[in-house]
């Protein structure tokens, strides 16, 4: 039952990832449950390539069904000798193709194909210093002394039998191997991160030398085949899709309209979880520019009666997005043959949700994991297959406004989740919208917006003692969060200026009279998730 199991979800992954039509050239990219494994498949789409990632556990069957020029077998947390480790199937040796292992995918290689792997003295963690000998194919254009970035304990102390070794390490004494007979090549180090200066010219040699891919694709490319894809899906039927401004379902409502016009309906659902304005913001922008069918829905007292008492992170996302589905129904009802729903749905909220990739559920989405067992609607989901950077690409090529385009991730169930250990009350989601509101237009006007990646508050269920105007107060804590980041797989807490943070931390205790102290979040991702809950 288990291994029909894996199949099934293997199975699952290739539908919610399958290769466009359009693209001729593909890799797949195994995950072994490294937490760069998402990171690999999106350097691989920068070099021009499109990338399916899929569970480590994927069959060959299921890799071949894909036809891919080539085939990454990830980094992973395991080592290769524990019982319970995952395994390479030796069979995907077999399929005809160009095979590159990273970290663990590399010593799983070397395991499989006779090489030396052992424990080491010392653990190899972070910047390092990588000395080749001998370039090869795979690090062909690059320089004999380089910084990588590596993280394992394990090593290749030989490689297999007909491999030649092209590097080493300080830790590593085969920090790098090929065989160009074999078509097979194994790299200890992680390319894929930006603490590898050489590592996207390694996956270029890769992809568009060994594997012998063209290097043409493009997020903008699939407009024409998701229109088409779009129009055969629907059909003669109606579709309605949840607005929220964000930039996932802007981007996603306007294909959709582009490709059945006035069949779809948009429902603008005002939840009372938005931020500041943003309302008023979304109903101009698509019902007065763009002409797109919308209907608002006054909906703040049935979904703060939903929220009522429930404090834990995942209840409120489910309650959240059970009622999105809900208010989406009634309004469907009201429409003639609507069998339809059109979501912003990412890749990574599928990766993160636990859809398909055997990974491990890190929080769902509410348009993945929160939705209803009994939902009526067939799923529209045009973005599925990309990345966010790759969306604010379409949503460019579709003439979203450029504040449109560059505005920051906000996740669905709104400010529901930025109030952490309490419930989302009326009082405190107004506490947290006007905190927000401050920050946004500081860090605005200080020039500094698109060069964040998110940037928001959190309001903690404590308080804090203080002072003002001689007397002793007992106010709310704000923290603030913004961090930069390339594709929110990872991230880094965003350094920003002593003066701003004193000119926001002044009007939000001046301006706010429920607030009595402002704080910091330094927490990069991993270890920490962008969002608090």
Not at 74 to 79: D, E, K, L, T
Not at 315 to 336: N, P, Q
Not at 356 to 365: L, M, Q, R
Request: hydrophobic share 40%.
């Amino acid at each position: 039952m288990a291994a029909r199991s894996k199949e099934a979800s293997a199975g699952a992954a290739i539908m919610s990832a399958t290769r466009p039509p359009s693209v001729t050239d593909s890799v797949v990219v195994l995950d072994y449950g490294g937490q760069y494994s998402q990171l690999i498949a999106r350097r691989v789409r920068e070099c021009g390539v499109f990338s399916t990632l899929l569970p480590h556990h994927a069959g060959p069957e299921n890799v071949a069904a894909l036809d891919p020029r080539g085939l990454i077998l990830s980094g992973g947390p395991a080592s290769v000798y524990a019982d319970g480790a995952p395994r390479l199937d030796p069979r995907l040796l077999e399929l005809g193709i160009p095979v590159l292992g990273i970290c663990y995918g590399m010593q799983l290689l070397a395991r499989e194909l006779g090489g030396r792997v052992d424990g080491a003295e010392v653990g190899e963690f972070g910047r390092s210093q990588l000395t080749v000998s001998s370039s090869g194919r795979l690090l062909a254009g690059t320089p004999s002394e380089q910084a990588c970035w590596m993280s394992h304990r394990d090593t290749v102390f030989e490689p297999p039998p007909g491999f030649a070794a092209l590097a080493a390490s300080t830790s590593s004494p085969v920090a790098a191997f090929e065989s160009l007979e074999r078509g097979i090549y194994g790299i200890q180090f992680h390319p894929e991160v930006v603490h590898t200066p050489y590592g996207q010219q390694v996956l270029r040699n890769f992809l568009l030398d060994v594997c012998g891919c063209a290097g043409d694709w493009s997020a903008r490319s699939v407009i024409d085949e998701q229109i088409d894809r779009i129009r055969t899906q629907v059909g003669d039927g109606r579709a309605i899709c949840g607005l929220s401004g964000g930039v996932d379902s802007s981007v996603a409502a306007l294909l959709v309209h582009r490709a059945i016009g006035e069949k779809l309906t948009c429902v603008f659902v005002d939840h009372g979880l938005m931020r500041k304005n943003e309302g008023e913001q979304v109903i101009s922008a698509f019902r007065d520019h763009f002409h797109v069918p919308l209907v608002p829905v006054d909906a703040e007292a049935r979904f703060l009666a939903r929220l009522r008492g429930v404090t834990d992170p995942e209840e409120k996302r489910k309650r959240i997005g059970a009622e999105f589905i809900r208010v989406f129904e009634e309004e469907a009802a009201k429409l003639d043959d609507v069998r339809f729903l059109v979501q912003g749905t990412l890749y990574s909220d599928v990766i993160e949700s636990g859809g398909g990739t055997g990974t491990a559920t890190i929080k769902s989405h509410h348009n993945v994991g929160g939705l209803p067992e009994d939902l009526e609607f067939e799923l529209v989901e045009p973005l599925r297959t990309l990345f966010k950077d790759e969306v604010r690409a379409v949503g460019a090529e579709l003439g979203l406004p450029e504040r449109l385009v560059w505005r920051q991730p906000f996740p669905g169930p709104g400010l529901a989740i930025r109030i952490v250990g309490g419930e989302a009350t009326r009082e405190r989601l107004d506490i947290v919208r006007e905190a927000d509101a401050i920050l946004q237009d500081e860090i605005r006007k200080a020039g500094l917006y698109r060069d964040l990646w998110q940037s928001f508050c959190v309001l903690p269920d404590i308080r804090t003692v203080g002072v003002q105007g001689d007397q002793r107060t007992y106010g709310n804590v704000i923290v603030i969060r913004a961090v930069t980041s390339d594709d929110a797989m990872t991230a880094d807490w965003a350094r920003l200026p002593y003066d701003l943070l004193e000119r926001i931390a002044g009007r939000m205790i001046n301006e706010i009279r429920p607030v009595g102290r402002v704080v910091l979040d330094i927490t990069s991702k991993p270890p920490g998730t962008i969002e608090w809950e």
